[in-house]
């Protein structure tokens, strides 16, 4: 199992910076990086820090901190995007460099900091991906659409509303372009939904050649 390394991250304020850089502090020789905006960093200028301890600045469009003139939700929403990039972001190069974030602490008002996962790669040879009653599959088998790369952004969306839809039919039945013979522990893989083989589907000239 890879060693342990904590990600902390703490809203851009004194009453959470100051509590969550101490805890930080002790987990310094197991593994940590404490990660804030640029504008929560320059206030730590003044505060001691331990030695060792990695810093992991991001800018969240207000590297100046927020102002009360400031559009209060503007900059929240930006805070909480900006943030899950650059929360990705070290995600992916962590993993790359064998040293992958294994736990992810973080202070109040920033459950965001969960919804965080690796940006997936189609280059990497090494990123497999597990599916319910099919073997190991790599980024190129899947369908353009689901990938980190995906340009047509409406497409996960629509998944996503139609796995929703299916989920509060009582007995949902979705018919599959394959056949049993051929990937019986598939169809049967997903206890929620009965899917039906009927394929192939395919031109009868390929089946009468």
């Known amino acids: 199992p890879p060693s342990p390394h904590f990600l902390l991250v703490a809203s851009p304020a004194q009453g959470h910076i ?13 593994g940590v990086t404490f990660i804030n905006c640029i504008s929560a960093r320059s206030r730590m ?3 001691p820090t331990a030695q060792g301890l990695p810093f992991l600045p991001f800018s969240d469009g ?16 930006e805070l909480r995007r900006r943030g899950k990039e650059a929360i990705s972001e070290f ?11 294994t736990c992810i602490v973080y202070s109040l008002f920033n459950h965001w900091a969960t919804e965080v996962e690796p940006q997936a790669e189609e280059t990497n040879p090494k990123r497999s991906i597990k599916l319910p009653g ?17 340009v ?4 996960p969306s629509l998944i996503q509303e139609q796995m929703d839809i299916l989920a509060d039919e009582s007995n949902p039945k979705i018919l599959v372009n394959t056949f049993d013979a051929l990937e019986q522990e ?22 009468n050649s």
Do not use: C
Not at 18 to 30: D, E, S, V
């Open 91 to 101: 995600l992916t190069s962590s993993e790359n460099e064998g040293k992958p974030v």
């Open 45 to 47: 200028t003044k505060v």
């Open 18 to 30: 100051n509590p969550t850089l101490q805890f930080a502090k002790h987990l310094i020789r197991i």
């Open 152 to 155: 047509y952004r409406w497409g």
């Open 62 to 77: 207000y590297d100046d901190g927020f102002q009360l003139r400031d559009d209060i939700d503007h900059y929240l929403s």
């Open 186 to 207: 598939a169809l049967n893989a997903i206890e929620n939904f009965n899917m039906i083989g009927i394929g192939p589907l395919i031109p009868s000239s390929f089946l």
């Open 134 to 150: 099919l073997p190991l599959l790599a980024t190129r088998d899947l369908p353009s659409f689901v990938t980190a790369l995906n």
